[in-house]
């Protein structure tokens, strides 16, 4: 082998060998945790309702390890896994009319956590008489919504509303509830919502092409915060046309974007919403889910992706169950966010300008966690009891050629217009915005005048 002469070149692993350390702050969710403590203060969802039988269901969420059951009766219970009497496993328990009975001396826990029967003792007994009276079963409150079984894991006292988001009355949407499991920390897969860049390169060059074809282009990025909404928009040029994408996160884990399928920039769109509505939830320090609905319909994705593939593929831009080398050949999301690791090493990243809505979101948190450390609680979407939020990820396609003008910045004035003019309509009622956003792009287009943009 030829020898090299290494003594004028700069190799500089050596002086770079050290793992950079994590953000504590963000990553960790475990009870007691700061960031657990904060994401307690909302509610997430914990299972899909399709899951959840008579047969009780063991799921982990911010590092609790808890069963979820149906009683005969169709109430569903969500409860600490270890028994209270000696720690015996309620996955092996049998569910019941009135609730869930341990396998090991038959306690009978009520989906609330009241200790009902403890059948091995003198039912006399003062011991046992105290114990029903002072001590219950760890147990959380629980929604069934359209497919998908939510919780809040907070303390009572401060339990909030449960949010009602415009996306889950889209007219016309066909939904599908769907989970994914990541082996890496929820801030890895949230931060790619924030991300748009990472779309033309990951789901439109690395890959190939995982959406549909105009992904590839890299547009223009701006990047918006609007209480505890952010939202990053990415501009492109197709041809005669103008695309604008906006990918969504409601803090702290609410999440939605344009379609992925439905929209490629070569046929007009107008408000097209979110291939899906999605929430990211931390299992532990290690794991989380996406649980979301998949959205399909005029203004979501084709109804021929409405299946177990179809959701993997918009959730990730590839399906889930391969071979390592076929993950090598074409990386989707999951790869790109466990490849790093559990737990990334936060402090060795390099951010720039396009990581800018990465860089805002994760600020916040950690300052509202730090508020909440603080006494002050943290922000629910829903600024006002009742309120139906107004949620902004969506795809827009019109058709403006281009001009005699810089088309870099020409496109991206029309992509703050539309923004701006999604934001004006935020206190419209429900039933009235979509449409009236509708006709003001259809406006915009047709007007052709773009001089006050
Ligand atoms: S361990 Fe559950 S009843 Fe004894
Ligand atoms: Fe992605």
Known sequence: MKNSNFSNKIFSGYNQNSLPNIDELLAKTNPGTPGGEYLRRYWHPVALTSEISETPKE????????????????????VHKACPHRRASLAFGKTEDRGIRCCYHGWL??????????????????????????FRLGAYPVIEFNGLVFSYLGPMDKIPEFPNYDAFQIPGNTTRPYRIEYNC???????????PVHTSFLHGQSSGIQFSKGFAEVGEIDFFERGIQYLGSNTRRIN???????????????????????????????????????????????????????????????IEYNNKEGCERIESGEIM????????????????????????????????????GIMIYRRRIRKLIKSLQEGKEPPQPQKK?????????????????????????????????VMKMQFELDDMLIENRDDQIIKNLLKMEKSGNFKDL
């Open 240 to 302: 005669d046309n103008i695309w604008v994408r906006v990918n969504e996160l409601i803090l702290p884990n609410f999440t939605q974007a344009g379609a992925a399928f439905a929209a490629d920039g070569t046929k007009t769109r107008y408000f097209g919403r979110s291939s899906f509505t999605r929430w990211v939830v931390p299992v532990d320090d290690h794991h989380c889910l996406a649980l979301a609905w998949a959205n399909f319909g005029d203004r979501g994705d084709p």
């Open 185 to 195: 920390n929820w801030i890895q897969v949230l931060d790619a919502i924030m991300d």
């Open 385 to 417: 009891k009742g309120e139906v939020v107004k949620t902004n990820g969506q795809d827009t396609i019109l058709r403006i050629p281009k001009r005699n003008i810089n088309d870099r910045k020409f496109i991206k004035s029309i992509g703050n217009a």
């Open 109 to 134: 826990f009520s989906t609330t956590g009241e200790i009902l029967e403890t059948p091995g003792e003198d039912p006399n007994s003062t011991q046992a008489q105290n114990l029903k009276k002072k």
């Open 59 to 78: 799921i982990r969420i911010l590092g609790e390890d808890l069963v979820v059951f149906l009683t005969s009766k169709k109430e569903i219970g969500l």
């Open 321 to 356: 169950d391969r071979t390592f080398e076929e993950k090598q050949k074409s990386p989707g999301d999951a790869e790109a966010v466990e490849g790093m690791g559990y737990i990334t090493a936060h402090k060795g990243e390099h951010l720039m300008p396009t990581d800018q």
